[in-house]
């Protein structure tokens, strides 16, 4: 049983069904269950960390079909066990294949799942859903490129963090129905939740990144119109729509969906999919751009989309060398800021360690009150200072004023530090590479003083 499947529970209740311990994790309370599992929130006493723990239940029935399938499910995510490292995938920290009830420890979430905003009457605003939809398609375009396809996502399956009534997170979880492409036993096919499911997963056919397409565009689609793209009393009905009707148009179920976004879904629910977006990156940058333009209204959501920060540091050259989960780890940790025309980054006779990356606008560099440089987007600034082994070095020697309005991303040696270790080595591959090709620049100027001037 998928532990989105099960009945949420209030963890901070008293429950007697709950045993003290699983394993090493001392469990706080029974957080929800279903028919073949249950799940617990626990406590990792040795990491200090708050975990989920679902527990497989076989029942008095453990060589019966179901309970086959089941141990198959459980081991498809025990194989994942450390293996996905996104921001927005649930991490599988632990699997333990006890005879009678083996259980899988994975990340908790504490917001519970898309599953709630759903409904007509608790429906996100559009800029939300579009937001969510990016994160959700960098992650599966990862899990895509580690060679796994979900074949399950639906709403239940997207835990959410939340901060009042904004969504802050998404994180796609429940791999029991994955299809792992370097596995080396025979998979189950037809597997998935129906209203989700696209006609070649429901033909058994062989599968790629676009039939977890069409399930998210599915999903986008419920979470715009407050109802699934095909709905029936009798799954024989659904299949017969999921075959050969063409959902609603979004535009009659909501007001203000934008033309790109309503195209993006139904390219997303084509029945054949060639006509689908090529790959997870196209799927992503057309929600990108929506989240950046001023189509849609922002409301009180946050005055710059992580999806927009995202992008932004992907089309610099400093950051050409970053992955998607050191980009993320970016996009959360850095000190965004605006700057104003003749703002000061830097004044000539401070000391300072911090280092500014020109996302947006430009920059002028001053040496004794004359202009030397100007540098724009993708350029670094103060990173000598950063890296100087001693105070005396981290006298600043030029004043780099904003030429004109910027936007950068700054970093301190504390702020680094709170980054992970793959993250930092490629920091210091990018500084590398500008020390090197402003030493070559300073190489040029003094051989080819004329040309460069």
């Given at each position: 049983?998928?532990?989105?499947?099960l009945?949420?529970?209030?963890?901070?209740?008293?429950?007697?069904?709950a045993p003290?311990?699983?394993?090493?994790?001392?469990?706080?309370?029974k957080?929800?269950?279903?028919?073949?599992?249950?799940?617990?929130?626990?406590?990792?006493?040795?990491?200090?960390?708050?975990?989920?723990?679902?527990?497989?239940?076989?029942?008095?029935?453990?060589?019966?079909r179901?309970?086959h399938?089941?141990r198959r499910?459980?081991a498809?995510?025990?194989?994942?066990?450390?293996?996905?490292?996104?921001p927005n995938?649930?991490?599988?920290?632990?699997a333990?294949?006890?005879v009678?009830?083996?259980?899988?420890?994975?990340?908790?979430?504490?917001?519970?799942?898309?599953?709630?905003?759903?409904r007509?009457?608790?429906?996100?605003?559009?800029?939300?859903?579009?937001e969510?939809?990016?994160?959700?398609?960098?992650?599966l375009?990862?899990?895509?490129r580690?060679?796994?396809?979900?074949?399950?996502?639906?709403p239940?399956?997207?835990?959410?963090?939340?901060?009042?009534?904004?969504?802050?997170?998404?994180?796609?979880?429940?791999?029991?129905?994955v299809?792992n492409?370097?596995?080396?036993?025979?998979?189950i096919?037809?597997?998935?939740?129906?209203?989700?499911?696209?006609?070649?997963?429901?033909?058994?056919?062989?599968?790629?990144?676009?039939?977890?397409m069409?399930?998210?565009?599915a999903v986008?689609?419920?979470?715009?119109?407050g109802?699934?793209?095909?709905?029936?009393q009798q799954?024989p009905?659904?299949?017969?729509?999921?075959?050969?009707?063409?959902?609603?148009?979004?535009?009659?179920?909501r007001?203000?969906?934008?033309?790109?976004?309503?195209?993006?879904?139904?390219?997303?629910?084509?029945?054949?999919?060639?006509?689908?977006?090529?790959?997870?990156?196209?799927?992503?940058?057309v929600?990108?751009?929506?989240?950046?333009?001023?189509t849609?209204?922002?409301?009180?959501?946050?005055?710059?989309?992580?999806?927009e920060?995202?992008t932004?540091l992907?089309?610099?050259?400093?950051?050409?060398?970053?992955?998607?989960?050191?980009?993320?780890?970016?996009?959360?940790?850095?000190?965004?800021?605006?700057h104003g025309?003749?703002?000061a980054?830097?004044?000539?006779?401070?000391?300072?360690?911090t280092f500014?990356?020109?996302t947006?606008?430009q920059?002028?560099?001053?040496?004794?009150?004359?202009?030397v440089a100007?540098?724009?987007?993708g350029?670094?600034?103060g990173e000598?200072?950063y890296?100087?082994?001693?105070?005396?070095?981290?006298?600043?020697?030029v004043?780099?004023?904003?030429?004109?309005p910027a936007?950068?991303?700054a970093f301190?040696?504390?702020s680094?530090?709170?980054?992970s270790?793959?993250?930092?080595h490629?920091f210091d591959k990018?500084?590398?590479?500008?020390?090197?090709?402003r030493?070559?620049?300073?190489?040029?100027?003094?051989?080819?003083?004329?040309?460069?001037m």
């Amino acid at each position: 049983m998928p532990l989105s499947n099960l009945i949420n529970a209030d963890p901070e209740l008293p429950n007697a069904g709950a045993p003290s311990h699983i394993g090493k994790y001392t469990v706080k309370g029974k957080i929800g269950e279903g028919a073949t599992s249950e799940v617990f929130l626990g406590h990792d006493p040795f990491a200090n960390r708050d975990v989920a723990i679902k527990r497989v239940r076989f029942g008095e029935m453990p060589n019966s079909r179901e309970s086959h399938y089941q141990r198959r499910f459980f081991a498809a995510e025990a194989a994942l066990v450390g293996r996905l490292h996104h921001p927005n995938v649930v991490q599988i920290l632990d699997a333990v294949a006890d005879v009678d009830e083996p259980y899988l420890v994975m990340e908790y979430v504490s917001g519970g799942t898309l599953r709630r905003y759903c409904r007509a009457d608790s429906l996100l605003p559009l800029t939300q859903v579009v937001e969510i939809g990016f994160k959700c398609a960098m992650a599966l375009g990862y899990c895509y490129r580690q060679g796994l396809i979900h074949r399950d996502v639906k709403p239940a399956n997207l835990l959410v963090e939340v901060d009042g009534d904004q969504v802050t997170q998404v994180k796609v979880t429940d791999f029991g129905s994955v299809f792992n492409q370097g596995a080396d036993h025979t998979q189950i096919y037809r597997v998935g939740s129906l209203a989700y499911m696209s006609p070649e997963q429901l033909d058994g056919d062989v599968l790629d990144a676009r039939a977890d397409m069409y399930s998210l565009a599915a999903v986008l689609y419920h979470l715009i119109a407050g109802r699934p793209p095909f709905d029936a009393q009798q799954q024989p009905a659904i299949m017969h729509q999921i075959y050969n009707a063409t959902a609603p148009s979004l535009a009659l179920l909501r007001e203000g969906v934008p033309k790109e976004l309503q195209s993006l879904i139904e390219r997303g629910l084509a029945k054949d999919r060639d006509l689908r977006p090529a790959d997870w990156n196209e799927f992503a940058q057309v929600l990108s751009q929506l989240g950046a333009s001023a189509t849609l209204s922002r409301g009180s959501v946050q005055e710059v989309l992580d999806s927009e920060r995202f992008t932004l540091l992907r089309s610099l050259e400093f950051f050409a060398g970053f992955g998607d989960v050191e980009l993320w780890e970016v996009v959360h940790r850095a000190k965004w800021q605006r700057h104003g025309y003749g703002a000061a980054l830097f004044r000539k006779g401070e000391e300072g360690n911090t280092f500014h990356i020109v996302t947006q606008g430009q920059v002028e560099i001053y040496r004794d009150g004359k202009s030397v440089a100007k540098l724009g987007a993708g350029n670094s600034v103060g990173e000598m200072a950063y890296l100087a082994p001693n105070p005396e070095l981290r006298v600043h020697t030029v004043d780099i004023l904003v030429a004109q309005p910027a936007t950068t991303v700054a970093f301190t040696p504390e702020s680094i530090e709170q980054l992970s270790l793959p993250t930092r080595h490629l920091f210091d591959k990018a500084f590398i590479g500008v020390l090197v090709r402003r030493l070559h620049a300073a190489h040029e100027a003094l051989a080819h003083p004329r040309r460069v001037m």
